[in-house]
Protein backbone atom coordinates (compact mmCIF):
# COMPACT_ATOMS: atom_id res chain seq x y z
CA UNK A 1 0.00 0.00 0.00
CA UNK A 2 2.99 2.60 0.89
CA UNK A 3 4.90 1.75 -2.44
CA UNK A 4 1.59 1.25 -4.89
CA UNK A 5 0.66 5.23 -2.63
CA UNK A 6 4.31 6.52 -4.11
CA UNK A 7 4.07 4.87 -7.60
CA UNK A 8 6.84 3.12 -6.81
CA UNK A 9 6.93 -0.60 -8.53
CA UNK A 10 8.21 -3.19 -5.65
CA UNK A 11 8.32 -6.66 -5.42
CA UNK A 12 8.17 -9.14 -2.92
CA UNK A 13 11.52 -11.07 -2.35
CA UNK A 14 10.91 -13.47 0.35
CA UNK A 15 9.59 -14.06 4.50
CA UNK A 16 11.11 -14.01 7.87
CA UNK A 17 10.90 -17.70 8.89
CA UNK A 18 12.50 -17.21 12.00
CA UNK A 19 13.95 -20.87 11.31
CA UNK A 20 17.61 -19.17 11.43
CA UNK A 21 18.10 -20.36 8.18
CA UNK A 22 18.62 -18.72 4.73
CA UNK A 23 16.87 -20.82 2.25
CA UNK A 24 17.36 -19.34 -1.51
CA UNK A 25 15.11 -20.50 -4.32
CA UNK A 26 15.05 -20.45 -7.85
CA UNK A 27 11.75 -20.91 -9.80
CA UNK A 28 10.93 -23.37 -6.57
CA UNK A 29 14.34 -25.52 -6.68
CA UNK A 30 15.89 -24.98 -3.47
CA UNK A 31 19.79 -23.59 -4.65
CA UNK A 32 21.24 -21.99 -1.22
CA UNK A 33 20.44 -23.56 2.72
CA UNK A 34 22.97 -22.08 4.89
CA UNK A 35 22.67 -21.43 8.50
CA UNK A 36 22.75 -17.59 9.66
CA UNK A 37 25.54 -18.39 11.96
CA UNK A 38 27.54 -19.41 9.21
CA UNK A 39 26.67 -17.07 7.68
CA UNK A 40 27.55 -13.81 9.98
CA UNK A 41 30.00 -15.68 11.80
CA UNK A 42 32.02 -18.32 9.58
CA UNK A 43 34.65 -16.06 8.28
CA UNK A 44 37.24 -16.52 10.39
CA UNK A 45 38.58 -12.96 11.51
CA UNK A 46 41.80 -11.27 10.36
CA UNK A 47 44.54 -10.09 13.18
CA UNK A 48 46.01 -6.76 11.67
CA UNK A 49 49.30 -5.29 13.35
CA UNK A 50 49.47 -1.76 13.13
CA UNK A 51 52.12 0.13 13.69
CA UNK A 52 52.23 4.30 13.26
CA UNK A 53 54.68 6.16 12.18
CA UNK A 54 54.04 9.68 11.02
CA UNK A 55 55.25 11.19 7.87
CA UNK A 56 58.95 13.10 7.60
CA UNK A 57 58.11 16.54 6.54
CA UNK A 58 59.51 19.60 6.64
CA UNK A 59 59.24 21.25 9.90
CA UNK A 60 60.42 24.80 8.91
CA UNK A 61 57.65 27.56 9.30
CA UNK A 62 56.85 30.16 6.33
CA UNK A 63 58.12 33.46 6.48
CA UNK A 64 56.47 36.10 6.81
CA UNK A 65 54.43 37.47 3.65
CA UNK A 66 56.10 40.16 1.96
CA UNK A 67 52.90 40.66 -0.23
CA UNK A 68 50.31 40.14 2.21
CA UNK A 69 47.51 40.76 -0.59
CA UNK A 70 49.01 38.56 -2.68
CA UNK A 71 49.49 35.87 -0.40
CA UNK A 72 46.01 36.44 0.44
CA UNK A 73 44.78 35.40 -3.49
CA UNK A 74 47.11 32.22 -3.61
CA UNK A 75 45.39 30.91 -0.45
CA UNK A 76 41.58 31.97 -1.75
CA UNK A 77 42.95 30.39 -5.25
CA UNK A 78 44.04 27.25 -3.89
CA UNK A 79 42.10 24.03 -4.86
CA UNK A 80 40.81 22.64 -1.93
CA UNK A 81 39.31 26.56 -0.88
CA UNK A 82 38.23 28.04 -4.40
CA UNK A 83 35.20 28.80 -5.42
CA UNK A 84 32.93 25.01 -6.67
CA UNK A 85 30.06 26.89 -8.02
CA UNK A 86 30.73 25.81 -11.68
CA UNK A 87 30.33 22.26 -10.43
CA UNK A 88 27.90 22.88 -8.09
CA UNK A 89 25.66 24.95 -10.93
CA UNK A 90 24.90 21.64 -13.12
CA UNK A 91 22.36 20.19 -9.95
CA UNK A 92 19.25 21.40 -9.31
CA UNK A 93 18.82 22.68 -5.96
CA UNK A 94 15.69 23.40 -6.21
CA UNK A 95 13.80 19.85 -6.31
CA UNK A 96 10.52 19.24 -5.54
CA UNK A 97 10.70 23.42 -3.94
CA UNK A 98 11.59 21.62 -0.37
CA UNK A 99 14.73 23.80 0.09
CA UNK A 100 14.48 26.38 2.97
CA UNK A 101 18.13 27.36 3.29
CA UNK A 102 19.62 27.24 -0.37
CA UNK A 103 23.38 26.18 -1.14
CA UNK A 104 23.98 29.47 -2.30
CA UNK A 105 23.53 32.62 -0.70
CA UNK A 106 24.82 36.65 -0.74
CA UNK A 107 23.82 39.51 -2.86
CA UNK A 108 24.70 37.67 -5.75
CA UNK A 109 24.03 34.02 -4.74
CA UNK A 110 27.18 32.73 -5.56
CA UNK A 111 28.89 31.97 -1.98
CA UNK A 112 27.92 28.39 -0.56
CA UNK A 113 26.73 28.64 2.81
CA UNK A 114 28.21 25.82 5.67
CA UNK A 115 24.74 23.69 5.25
CA UNK A 116 21.68 22.95 3.69
CA UNK A 117 18.08 23.31 4.93
CA UNK A 118 15.40 21.16 3.33
CA UNK A 119 11.21 21.69 4.43
CA UNK A 120 10.29 18.53 3.34
CA UNK A 121 6.76 18.67 4.26
CA UNK A 122 4.43 21.57 2.97
CA UNK A 123 2.94 23.18 5.85
CA UNK A 124 5.00 22.15 8.13
CA UNK A 125 7.81 24.00 10.19
CA UNK A 126 10.33 21.58 11.19
CA UNK A 127 12.87 20.37 8.80
CA UNK A 128 16.61 18.79 8.07
CA UNK A 129 20.07 20.38 8.31
CA UNK A 130 22.57 18.89 6.80
CA UNK A 131 26.43 19.51 6.75
CA UNK A 132 29.61 17.63 6.20
CA UNK A 133 33.42 17.94 6.67
CA UNK A 134 36.44 15.78 5.73
CA UNK A 135 40.35 16.79 5.36
CA UNK A 136 42.74 14.12 3.17
CA UNK A 137 45.66 16.32 3.95
CA UNK A 138 45.21 16.63 7.60
CA UNK A 139 44.54 13.09 8.28
CA UNK A 140 47.81 11.95 5.85
CA UNK A 141 50.03 13.92 8.43
CA UNK A 142 47.70 13.08 11.46
CA UNK A 143 44.88 10.92 11.19
CA UNK A 144 43.45 11.22 15.09
CA UNK A 145 43.87 14.77 14.69
CA UNK A 146 42.66 14.76 10.80
CA UNK A 147 39.33 13.15 12.01
CA UNK A 148 38.82 15.21 15.44
CA UNK A 149 39.28 18.41 12.91
CA UNK A 150 36.76 17.37 10.33
CA UNK A 151 34.41 16.39 13.24
CA UNK A 152 34.64 19.63 14.68
CA UNK A 153 33.94 21.47 11.18
CA UNK A 154 30.86 19.25 10.27
CA UNK A 155 29.10 19.78 13.84
CA UNK A 156 30.25 23.82 13.54
CA UNK A 157 28.70 24.40 9.85
CA UNK A 158 26.14 22.49 11.20
CA UNK A 159 25.49 24.46 14.42
CA UNK A 160 26.12 27.88 11.79
CA UNK A 161 22.60 26.93 9.51
CA UNK A 162 20.81 26.71 12.66
CA UNK A 163 21.10 22.84 13.13
CA UNK A 164 21.36 21.29 17.16
CA UNK A 165 23.97 19.41 17.67
CA UNK A 166 22.18 17.31 20.31
CA UNK A 167 19.37 16.66 17.53
CA UNK A 168 21.77 15.30 15.35
CA UNK A 169 23.45 12.24 13.95
CA UNK A 170 26.53 11.60 11.96
CA UNK A 171 27.26 9.41 8.95
CA UNK A 172 31.05 8.13 8.67
CA UNK A 173 32.04 7.30 5.26
CA UNK A 174 35.96 5.86 5.35
CA UNK A 175 38.09 5.69 1.99
CA UNK A 176 41.38 4.17 3.07
CA UNK A 177 44.18 2.23 1.19
CA UNK A 178 44.55 -0.89 1.56
CA UNK A 179 45.23 -2.05 5.50
CA UNK A 180 47.96 -4.93 4.34
CA UNK A 181 50.58 -2.62 5.79
CA UNK A 182 50.99 -1.53 9.56
CA UNK A 183 50.86 2.00 8.77
CA UNK A 184 47.34 1.52 6.93
CA UNK A 185 46.07 -0.65 10.18
CA UNK A 186 47.38 2.09 12.82
CA UNK A 187 45.63 5.07 10.88
CA UNK A 188 42.44 3.67 10.66
CA UNK A 189 42.56 2.26 14.40
CA UNK A 190 43.76 6.21 15.59
CA UNK A 191 41.10 7.97 13.11
CA UNK A 192 38.65 5.71 14.42
CA UNK A 193 39.44 5.87 18.11
CA UNK A 194 39.17 10.10 16.93
CA UNK A 195 35.63 9.54 16.05
CA UNK A 196 34.64 8.33 18.92
CA UNK A 197 36.10 10.48 21.07
CA UNK A 198 34.37 13.20 18.67
CA UNK A 199 31.04 10.65 19.41
CA UNK A 200 32.10 11.00 23.41
CA UNK A 201 31.87 14.96 23.25
CA UNK A 202 28.88 15.75 21.35
CA UNK A 203 27.01 12.69 22.73
CA UNK A 204 25.62 12.46 18.72
CA UNK A 205 25.94 8.85 17.86
CA UNK A 206 26.97 7.73 14.14
CA UNK A 207 24.02 5.85 12.75
CA UNK A 208 25.29 4.64 9.16
CA UNK A 209 27.87 4.63 6.92
CA UNK A 210 30.22 2.98 4.37
CA UNK A 211 34.02 2.01 4.47
CA UNK A 212 35.97 1.48 1.24
CA UNK A 213 39.40 -0.15 2.35
CA UNK A 214 40.74 -0.90 -0.96
CA UNK A 215 41.83 2.53 -2.32
CA UNK A 216 45.47 1.02 -3.35
CA UNK A 217 46.62 1.47 -6.84
CA UNK A 218 49.52 -0.74 -8.55
CA UNK A 219 50.90 0.66 -11.65
CA UNK A 220 51.78 -2.04 -14.66
CA UNK A 221 55.42 -0.91 -13.79
CA UNK A 222 54.68 -2.37 -9.80
CA UNK A 223 54.52 1.07 -8.43
CA UNK A 224 52.14 1.52 -5.35
CA UNK A 225 49.95 4.24 -5.21
CA UNK A 226 47.92 4.53 -1.69
CA UNK A 227 44.89 7.07 -1.48
CA UNK A 228 45.61 9.55 1.30
CA UNK A 229 42.99 8.24 4.11
CA UNK A 230 40.08 10.08 4.36
CA UNK A 231 36.66 9.89 6.40
CA UNK A 232 34.11 12.03 5.42
CA UNK A 233 31.57 13.35 8.02
CA UNK A 234 28.03 14.30 7.82
CA UNK A 235 26.09 15.72 10.60
CA UNK A 236 22.57 15.44 10.02
CA UNK A 237 19.53 16.15 12.04
CA UNK A 238 15.60 17.42 12.52
CA UNK A 239 15.12 21.65 13.18
CA UNK A 240 12.12 22.79 14.34
CA UNK A 241 11.56 25.87 12.58
CA UNK A 242 13.38 26.34 9.43
CA UNK A 243 12.67 29.93 9.47
CA UNK A 244 15.20 29.87 12.48
CA UNK A 245 18.32 29.65 9.95
CA UNK A 246 20.90 31.64 9.29
CA UNK A 247 23.16 32.17 6.08
CA UNK A 248 26.79 33.06 6.08
CA UNK A 249 26.92 36.74 4.31
CA UNK A 250 27.25 40.14 6.12
CA UNK A 251 24.13 41.61 6.48
CA UNK A 252 25.33 44.80 7.05
CA UNK A 253 27.78 47.23 7.49
CA UNK A 254 28.81 48.78 10.73
CA UNK A 255 27.85 45.70 12.42
CA UNK A 256 30.82 43.48 14.44
CA UNK A 257 32.45 40.98 13.92
CA UNK A 258 33.30 37.96 16.29
CA UNK A 259 35.19 35.49 16.51
CA UNK A 260 33.81 32.00 18.42
CA UNK A 261 35.69 29.46 19.95
CA UNK A 262 39.18 28.19 20.93
CA UNK A 263 41.70 29.40 18.45
CA UNK A 264 44.76 27.16 18.47
CA UNK A 265 46.96 30.25 17.50
CA UNK A 266 50.74 28.46 16.73
CA UNK A 267 49.94 25.55 14.90
CA UNK A 268 49.10 25.95 11.01
CA UNK A 269 50.54 22.83 9.47
CA UNK A 270 48.19 21.23 6.54
CA UNK A 271 46.68 24.45 5.60
CA UNK A 272 46.11 25.95 2.50
CA UNK A 273 48.73 28.49 3.86
CA UNK A 274 51.10 26.44 4.07
CA UNK A 275 50.39 24.69 1.10
CA UNK A 276 51.43 27.66 -1.48
CA UNK A 277 54.18 28.44 0.57
CA UNK A 278 55.72 24.61 -0.56
CA UNK A 279 55.04 23.72 3.31
CA UNK A 280 53.10 20.31 5.47
CA UNK A 281 54.71 20.25 8.53
CA UNK A 282 53.06 18.25 10.95
CA UNK A 283 51.74 21.24 13.54
CA UNK A 284 48.18 20.22 12.93
CA UNK A 285 45.65 22.80 15.12
CA UNK A 286 44.47 21.20 17.86
CA UNK A 287 41.05 20.87 18.11
CA UNK A 288 38.95 21.49 21.31
CA UNK A 289 36.31 18.65 21.97
CA UNK A 290 36.38 19.65 25.68
CA UNK A 291 34.64 23.34 25.13
CA UNK A 292 33.17 22.28 21.78
CA UNK A 293 29.08 21.74 22.90
CA UNK A 294 29.64 24.90 25.08
CA UNK A 295 30.37 26.97 21.56
CA UNK A 296 27.94 25.00 19.73
CA UNK A 297 25.12 25.92 21.92
CA UNK A 298 25.85 28.98 22.42
CA UNK A 299 26.17 29.85 18.82
CA UNK A 300 22.76 27.94 18.08
CA UNK A 301 21.01 29.90 20.78
CA UNK A 302 21.76 33.14 19.19
CA UNK A 303 21.11 31.90 15.73
CA UNK A 304 17.53 31.10 16.48
CA UNK A 305 17.26 33.75 18.56
CA UNK A 306 17.83 36.14 15.61
CA UNK A 307 20.88 37.80 17.52
CA UNK A 308 23.64 36.85 14.90
CA UNK A 309 22.95 37.98 11.39
CA UNK A 310 25.79 36.20 9.69
CA UNK A 311 27.81 33.19 10.51
CA UNK A 312 30.60 31.06 9.32
CA UNK A 313 32.55 28.12 10.59
CA UNK A 314 36.28 28.78 10.00
CA UNK A 315 37.01 25.56 7.75
CA UNK A 316 39.96 24.28 5.23
CA UNK A 317 40.57 28.18 4.10
CA UNK A 318 41.18 29.75 7.51
CA UNK A 319 39.83 32.46 9.39
CA UNK A 320 40.94 35.00 5.92
CA UNK A 321 38.88 32.83 4.22
CA UNK A 322 35.81 32.55 5.56
CA UNK A 323 36.56 36.95 6.76
CA UNK A 324 36.48 37.19 2.67
CA UNK A 325 33.46 34.90 2.09
CA UNK A 326 31.33 36.64 4.14
CA UNK A 327 32.42 39.76 2.38
CA UNK A 328 31.99 38.33 -0.67
CA UNK A 329 28.24 37.40 0.81
CA UNK A 330 27.37 41.10 1.49
CA UNK A 331 29.15 42.62 -1.10
CA UNK A 332 30.68 44.86 1.78
CA UNK A 333 34.44 45.41 3.28
CA UNK A 334 35.51 44.55 6.92
CA UNK A 335 38.42 46.01 9.18
CA UNK A 336 39.72 43.76 11.81
CA UNK A 337 42.52 43.88 14.46
CA UNK A 338 44.93 41.03 14.61
CA UNK A 339 46.56 41.90 17.55
CA UNK A 340 43.27 40.90 19.66
CA UNK A 341 43.71 37.16 19.00
CA UNK A 342 47.14 37.06 20.56
CA UNK A 343 50.63 37.98 20.28
CA UNK A 344 52.18 35.17 17.75
CA UNK A 345 52.61 35.70 14.29
CA UNK A 346 50.27 37.65 12.53
CA UNK A 347 49.97 35.03 9.41
CA UNK A 348 49.96 31.97 12.16
CA UNK A 349 46.35 34.16 13.20
CA UNK A 350 44.85 35.18 10.30
CA UNK A 351 45.39 32.07 7.94
CA UNK A 352 44.22 29.77 10.96
CA UNK A 353 42.35 26.44 10.56
CA UNK A 354 41.17 25.72 13.68
CA UNK A 355 37.97 23.76 13.59
CA UNK A 356 35.31 24.78 15.85
CA UNK A 357 35.68 27.38 15.80
CA UNK A 358 33.10 30.36 13.86
CA UNK A 359 32.87 33.73 12.97
CA UNK A 360 29.85 35.69 13.23
CA UNK A 361 28.08 39.52 12.93
CA UNK A 362 26.54 41.01 15.87
CA UNK A 363 24.92 44.05 16.28
CA UNK A 364 27.89 45.77 18.88
CA UNK A 365 30.92 44.60 21.02
CA UNK A 366 28.47 45.10 24.08
CA UNK A 367 26.16 42.67 22.49
CA UNK A 368 29.14 40.48 21.83
CA UNK A 369 30.36 40.65 24.84
CA UNK A 370 27.35 39.63 27.32
CA UNK A 371 25.96 36.86 24.07
CA UNK A 372 29.30 34.89 24.29
CA UNK A 373 30.33 34.85 28.25
CA UNK A 374 31.26 31.80 29.07
CA UNK A 375 32.88 30.72 26.34
CA UNK A 376 36.16 31.30 24.17
CA UNK A 377 35.54 34.43 21.90
CA UNK A 378 37.00 37.87 20.27
CA UNK A 379 35.65 40.92 19.34
CA UNK A 380 37.81 41.16 15.47
CA UNK A 381 36.77 44.35 14.04
CA UNK A 382 33.35 45.60 12.42
CA UNK A 383 32.24 45.27 8.49
CA UNK A 384 32.53 48.39 6.42
CA UNK A 385 30.91 49.95 3.77
CA UNK A 386 34.05 50.61 1.52
CA UNK A 387 34.78 47.28 -0.78
CA UNK A 388 37.80 45.88 0.85
CA UNK A 389 39.42 43.82 3.77
CA UNK A 390 41.60 46.12 6.33
CA UNK A 391 43.64 44.07 8.42
CA UNK A 392 45.86 45.72 11.33
CA UNK A 393 48.25 43.71 13.54
CA UNK A 394 49.97 45.50 16.87
CA UNK A 395 48.91 49.30 15.71
CA UNK A 396 50.51 49.19 12.41
CA UNK A 397 48.28 47.86 9.47
CA UNK A 398 49.40 44.70 7.62
CA UNK A 399 47.30 45.22 4.68
CA UNK A 400 44.41 46.38 2.27
CA UNK A 401 42.83 44.04 -0.05
CA UNK A 402 39.64 45.19 -2.52
CA UNK A 403 37.31 42.35 -2.22
CA UNK A 404 36.53 42.20 -5.99
CA UNK A 405 40.35 41.45 -6.83
CA UNK A 406 39.99 38.55 -4.09
CA UNK A 407 37.20 37.37 -5.54
CA UNK A 408 38.16 36.99 -8.54
CA UNK A 409 41.08 35.11 -7.54
CA UNK A 410 38.57 32.86 -5.35
CA UNK A 411 36.54 32.01 -8.72
CA UNK A 412 39.29 31.90 -11.24
CA UNK A 413 40.34 28.28 -10.40
CA UNK A 414 37.09 26.44 -11.58
CA UNK A 415 36.15 29.28 -13.99
CA UNK A 416 39.55 27.97 -16.18
CA UNK A 417 38.17 24.39 -15.62
CA UNK A 418 34.53 25.27 -17.07
CA UNK A 419 35.32 27.53 -19.26
Known amino acids: QIFEKHGVEMSILGRFTGDKKFKLKHRGEIVCDLDMEFLHHGLPKKKLEGSWQP ?7 PELPTDWVETYKKVLAHWNVCSVEPVMRQYDHGVKAITALAPYTGVH ?11 PIYGKPYGLVASHSLNPTLTRINP ?3 VKWAAADAFAKFTAVGGDYKRAALIDNYIWPKL ?7 SIDMATDALCDSVVATKSPCVSGKDSVSSTFITNKGERIDIPPVLNITVFGGIPDVEKTQSLDFKKTESTICLVGSLDEE ?5 AYYDTCGLVGTNIPKTDLQNLPATLDKVLGCVQSGKITASH ?3 RGGLATALAQMCFGGDCGAKIDLSRLGDTRP ?16 ESPEMAEELFKGVPHVVLGQTQKAKQIDVEYQNNKLFSADIYDLKEAWQAPMKGVFR
Open 55 to 61: PETDERK
Open 109 to 119: QDVLNDGYVAK
Open 144 to 146: SEG
Open 180 to 186: DTKQNVA
Open 267 to 271: NLAGS
Open 313 to 315: AVS
Open 347 to 362: DSLFFNITAGTLLVEV
